[in-house]
């Protein structure tokens, strides 16, 4: 997922293939959100509540408000510009392949803080378990396979995956598990 910083990069030119779908699903879209994600969405893109008001009634949006809508609701960023009908949920792959169709492929290149930040999170999680054994209190409280923690995440950062994490719970399953295990943690 984008920070708000790679976002507020984006230019805020139209992006929009089917004026019409982009209306429809913008407004159900964001009509779905709550006042929380509302606010995320557009502290993330940076820009003002009309120019999303735009996006669902004339049809235009860009990418620079695409992308936070698509990592916020968890939707696929061409269902929102009208190249897909599958709603699809949001992955990261799904963002790279939607910035590179719609000419951001250097501006990824730029990023290369993401590439870095992953590839020193799983070195780090391969090296955990031989470097030092965690307190038995610790060890219970998170699930095995979890990362360790990678100290470049800004606040904002936290925030949103937190806020991803309590989303994803309303579809159930082990996003239900994990919600639980995180408002636990939050709690102690």
């Not at 910083?5 to 089917?18: D, G, P, W």
């Not at 982009?22 to 557009?42: F, H, P």
Request: with cysteine; glycine share 4%; charged share 30%.
């Amino acid at each position: 997922m984008f920070s708000d910083t790679f976002i507020k990069k984006l230019k805020q030119t139209n992006v929009s293939i089917n004026a019409d779908k982009t209306k429809s699903r913008m407004s159900e879209v964001w009509k779905s959100a709550s006042r929380a994600q509302q606010n995320a969405i557009l502290e993330l893109s940076g820009v003002a509540r009309p120019t999303v008001h735009r996006a669902y009634k004339v049809g235009n949006i860009s990418a620079k408000l695409v992308i936070p809508v698509a990592q916020t609701m968890n939707v696929s960023p061409f269902y929102l510009t009208g190249e897909a009908d599958d709603r699809a949920e949001c992955t990261d792959d799904l963002l790279h392949k939607f910035l590179k169709k719609h000419n951001y492929a250097s501006l990824l290149e730029e990023a290369p803080k993401r590439k870095g930040r992953k590839k020193s999170a799983a070195a780090k999680a391969k090296k955990a378990p031989k470097a030092a054994k965690a307190p038995a209190k610790a060890a219970k409280s998170a699930p095995v396979d979890e990362p360790v923690f990678d100290a470049s995440l800004t606040e904002d950062e936290m925030i949103i995956l937190m806020k991803s994490i309590l989303l994803r719970a309303k579809t159930g399953g082990k996003y239900a598990k994990l919600a639980a295990d995180l408002k636990k943690l939050l709690m102690s």
